[in-house]
């Protein structure tokens, strides 16, 4: 069963709650944690590689937190599962056709490859803006 790691969800989940309070100042990791019940230590190793990919700043002090790195609508939720998960192919030989023999005349991997690709349209049309709107769309 393909299946997204938890890193990929939590991370999406994060940075829902960093567009929920956009343009508020930064968010502290206690009440991201608190708000999207997420221990504090998970968030520390999700926080790294989303800053890494320009997604989110940090700023330390007494006002530090993170914030969104663009606007809402600027940042979509393949950016967001891309930084913690890497590739979003169902399988290696997409990426990398040298690790099997059989890619040249292989029906599968022309399937695996096209569910990759549906899978990155549909997170490439979602933005955290969007996101937001379904959010406040279920009344939390």
Partial sequence: MMRLSTRGRYAARVMLE????YGRGPTLLKDIAKRQEISEGYLEHLLPPLKVAGLINSSRGAHGGYTLAREPSKINLKEVVQALEGSLSPVGCV???S???????????D??????????????SVTLED????QKGMGK
Avoid: N, Y
């Fill in 131 to 134: 996101m937001v709107k379904r």
């Fill in 99 to 109: 690790v099997c023999q059989r890619t040249g005349f292989c029906v599968t991997r």
């Fill in 111 to 124: 399937i695996w490859k096209e569910l990759g690709e549906k899978i990155s349209q549909t997170l490439e």
């Fill in 18 to 21: 960093l567009a929920l309070c």
């Fill in 95 to 97: 990426d990398s056709p």
